[in-house]
């Protein structure tokens, strides 16, 4: 077996690096789906249209002109703007009187600031909801955030993992998709970052994930740190010791 020099061991430890961790926001920073749940379920009580638990499932995750199109064909007759905008203020309103905090978030997040590993925020939510969850954490927590008026097509299409990841790499050099883990709670979410050819860590809250759809599955960010981010890397060390 071949000696390893100081530069190959160098090169072999940069190679395995978690570069960066894009997070997601509704259902894996914090457990909104409950607020959205009752904003749309409140939307459509006021024009008497029936909203079941299955559909507020099937808009876990989507881009927000995608809910506001699922919110018209069950009969809510407002334009898309409309709805977005009833939609945000309302859970907006819900966050400023109580954050609600998803088990490990704001503590993995803090030692990934502390080990100097840049977060990215990518979400489908607009500035409106998302300045409220970042003025909660501290500052610098996240370097990029792209929010679903920044991009064309939403989750489940790459383009916002892509948006990410673009833009972070300008001030990373040799920013590399294989040392990037995105955090996802929903189908829609992980799609789009497995899509854009990430690292896709699922943590399913709301609604449970097709089983088998994603390598990378846990139950909960509680207890997980830097080290089991970087398990996940193809080729780490870490990895093939578990």
């Not at 457990?31 to 409140?42: M, N, Q």
């Not at 249209?49 to 881009?63: F, I, K, L």
């Not at 799609?191 to 089983?211: D, I, K």
Request: net charge negative.
């Amino acid at each position: 077996m071949p000696l390893l020099t100081a530069d190959d061991s160098s090169r072999s430890r940069s190679d395995t690096a978690l570069q960066a961790v894009f997070w997601d926001m509704d259902g894996t920073i914090v457990d909104t789906e409950p607020y959205w749940i009752a904003a749309e379920k409140e939307l459509t009580s006021a024009y008497g249209v029936e909203w079941t638990d299955a559909q507020a499932e099937a808009m876990v995750g989507q881009a927000l002109e995608t809910s506001a199109g699922m919110l018209q064909q069950a009969g809510v007759p407002l334009a898309t703007r409309e709805i977005i905008d009833r939609l945000i203020g309302q859970v907006a309103a819900q966050v400023r009187r109580e954050v609600p905090w998803r088990p490990g978030a704001r503590e993995l997040l803090t030692e990934l600031q502390a080990a100097g590993i840049p977060c990215a925020l990518v979400t489908m939510s607009e500035p409106v909801l998302a300045r409220e969850i970042i003025q909660a954490l501290p500052a610098g927590t996240f370097g990029v955030v792209v929010t679903g008026d920044m991009v064309s097509q939403g989750k489940p299409d790459p383009e916002p993992y892509q948006l990410a990841f673009d833009t972070l790499a300008k001030s990373v050099p040799d920013l590399d998709k294989t040392r990037v883990v995105a955090i996802e709670d929903s189908l829609p979410g992980a799609t789009s970052a497995q899509a854009a050819g990430l690292v896709t860590l699922t943590v399913p809250n709301f609604v449970p994930l097709p089983p088998g759809a994603f390598e990378h599955q846990w139950e909960s960010l509680a207890g997980r740190g830097t080290d089991q981010l970087r398990r996940l890397l193809p080729g780490s060390v870490l990895e093939s010791a578990r």
